[in-house]
């Protein structure tokens, strides 16, 4: 409920100053063509990809949480967003390949370069990063200690090259590749809402369907196995899914930090730890806290958007750290 | 649908010697048949081998068939296993933790014969008040009773538990292997338990088997194994055994350890 009135409000704010009722008219297609294109062609596909950006981020991290056992796990755990900002970095820097940009900044630079050069390699690196790490886990006993470990390290070395990469970097050339790394939601279109979407529905459906297999895993190892789960098995798995869905949206919008790990602690706090739950109200979450944050950044950006991604933790730590020391729900 | 256990053996990653070196016994059907032994003499390990959590040499049957032709569902259906490690604290209720033994029925929505059985469960336990308590306001008595439930609830036909009354007080330890004695003799199951507390093993086992070394020192009738000379060898323990006139079992009265140590501060 609070995601469709939310969705409404979302689209009824921006630096065009439309009214309300011109708002409902462009989305009858009866307004301006102007107004018609703004809702339509801008609007909604950004609308759609806060939806669907914040539910994916926030379910990757909610089964990261489950999987590794470990409340600091998020779709970064795996130095997915570190791989994917390299990426994007090498792109942008090295081979001056454009991406999709509200036309707010720097426009000139990325004409003529296909717009989802940026978004591919993100999105390639990322992946190599996803696989190199599950794949060394997968050598020894997929300990959940030793993916952390992992990603932290592998993490690191994606930061050293990205900083590297900055170093020879030239000026307009940096300020592209520092803009990519600010999240930003108008870059969606249908096209790549469409393709979040498959990937986030599937692991929508995947994570409910196998909740109760998660629910086996919150009791430890031993436990899990002794009740019947492939626990590296799902693990793998679901890791894969979880890191595939972050891998996709951070390719196509930027960093959006912090949303995979506010959403499933507070859902998990306010409503308990059963998968069958917290994995539906999880996404609803992330839905909620991307549009909120999306809504405010372009109302306080004057003109243009502020980076979501500093929004979305500007509006979500104080309520997570108020949220951390109630007493309410004492277990992660 | 008996357990039959043969030369197993299982060293563990980096050691030199094996904690297991040859290991056979049978659990027949209806019997319970409890492994004791000393600290670190491979109690958990045997069980871990057994099911192929360890991977170990030897065979295994279970219900007459090899445990490697056996898939991962095929065991689960057909084992309950209970492990020695805690469960981890979670807020999942307590009925929702007792669900998770029928992990291969359940759907998102529960149906009423898999919530019937686990209400059925926690009231023979007398956990019934705790249904919708998180499981991590349990007191650890309490959370080793959950588990118990857990296991049985599945309806397994051979039931294997690793110290399934640890942390548990005498009233609850004594109810809890009842239920496991009455669940052996009704569903005609092959029951493997593990325990410390030689004085219960003695009371329930039908068969006790004694590790040391890793190997089979002595198995039979709880008589048979429990003496003097038994505990002695096995435990380093000097003991005095009584034979209850009243149940028949031996018990065991703890004298001195072999090895005496001067323990001035």
């Not at chain 1, 926030?58 to 570190?82: K, R």
């Not at chain 2, 170990?56 to 219900?63: F, Y």
């Not at chain 2, 306001?137 to 959950?146: F, H, I, K, N, T």
Request: some cysteine; glycine content about 8%; overall charge neutral.
């Amino acid at each position: 409920m609070a995601v469709i009135v939310l969705a409404f409000v979302c689209l009824f704010v921006g630096s065009s100053h439309m009214s309300i009722a011109e708002c409902f008219a462009a989305l009858a297609k009866k307004g301006s063509a102007a107004q018609v294109r703004i809702i339509w062609n801008i609007r909604i596909p950004r609308v759609l990809a806060a939806i669907i950006a914040g539910a994916g981020l926030s379910i990757s991290g909610l089964i990261m949480q489950t999987d590794l056992n470990n409340p600091m796990a998020s779709p970064s755990t795996l130095g997915v967003s570190n791989a994917a900002v390299f990426g994007a970095n090498l792109s942008i820097i090295a081979f001056a390949g454009g991406f999709l940009d509200t036309g707010n900044h720097l426009s000139s630079y990325t004409v003529g370069a296909n717009p989802y050069a940026t978004s591919l390699m993100a999105f390639l690196f990322s992946t190599v990063s996803i696989l190199l790490i599950l794949g060394l886990c997968r050598l020894r006993a997929f300990q959940p200690g030793v993916v952390v470990l992992a990603g932290i390290a592998i993490g690191s070395v994606w930061t050293a090259a990205t900083t590297i990469l900055q170093f020879y970097a030239t000026d307009v050339g940096l300020s592209a590749a520092v803009i990519w790394t600010f999240g930003d939601l108008g870059r969606a279109t249908y096209r790549t809402d469409c393709i979040m979407a498959v990937t986030v529905l599937a692991g929508l459906l995947f994570f409910t369907l196998m909740s109760w297999q998660f629910n086996a895993l919150l009791s430890g190892d031993a436990a899990a196995k002794s009740m019947g789960v492939a626990v590296d098995k799902l693990r793998f798995v679901s890791m894969l899914l979880a890191s595939v869905i972050t891998a996709v949206c951070v390719s196509f919008l930027g960093i959006i930090g912090f949303v995979g790990i506010i959403c499933p602690h507070v859902t998990k706090r306010l409503l308990g730890q059963d998968h069958r739950v917290s994995v539906p109200a999880s996404a609803l979450s992330g839905s909620v806290l991307l549009l909120l944050a999306d809504t405010l950044s372009r109302s306080m950006g004057n003109g243009s958007a502020l980076p979501v991604g500093a929004i979305t933790s500007l509006l979500g730590a104080p309520f997570f750290l108020a949220i951390i020391f109630s007493r309410k729900g004492e277990h992660d | 649908m008996s357990l039959r256990i043969e030369h197993l053996k299982y060293t563990y990653p980096k050691a030199k010697e094996p904690v297991i070196r040859d290991i056979s016994f049978e659990a027949p059907d209806g019997c319970i048949t409890v492994v004791i032994g000393a600290n670190g003499v491979g109690k958990s390990t045997l069980i871990k081998s057994m099911l192929g959590i360890f991977r170990s040499e030897g065979e295994v049957w279970l219900d007459g068939k090899n445990r490697r032709d056996m898939s991962h569902a095929e065991l689960h259906r057909l084992v309950g296993y209970m492990t020695q490690e805690n469960t981890l604290l979670t807020s999942l209720s307590v009925l929702n933790v007792v669900l998770l033994g029928r992990l291969g029925t359940l759907n998102i929505r529960v149906q009423d014969e898999d919530i019937d059985r686990a209400l059925d469960i926690l009231k023979l336990l007398h956990l019934e008040t705790l249904v919708d308590r998180p499981f991590y306001a349990l007191s650890g008595g309490q959370r080793r009773m959950v588990d118990v439930a857990q296991t049985l609830v599945r309806d397994p036909r051979i039931l294997i538990m690793d110290e399934p009354t640890a942390n548990l007080d005498l009233v609850n330890e004594m109810q809890v292997l009842e239920l496991i004695k009455a669940y052996t003799k009704q569903r005609g199951t092959s029951t493997l338990l593990t325990l410390h507390d030689l004085n219960m093993a003695a009371r329930y086992a039908d068969r006790l088997v004694l590790l040391k070394d890793g190997v089979v020192f002595r198995e039979g009738a709880p008589g048979e194994i429990i003496t003097a000379d038994n505990i002695r060898e096995a435990y380093g323990v000097e003991v005095h055994v009584h034979t209850s006139s009243r149940t028949g079992t031996p018990m065991l009265l703890p004298l001195h350890p072999l090895q005496q140590t001067d323990y001035t501060f």
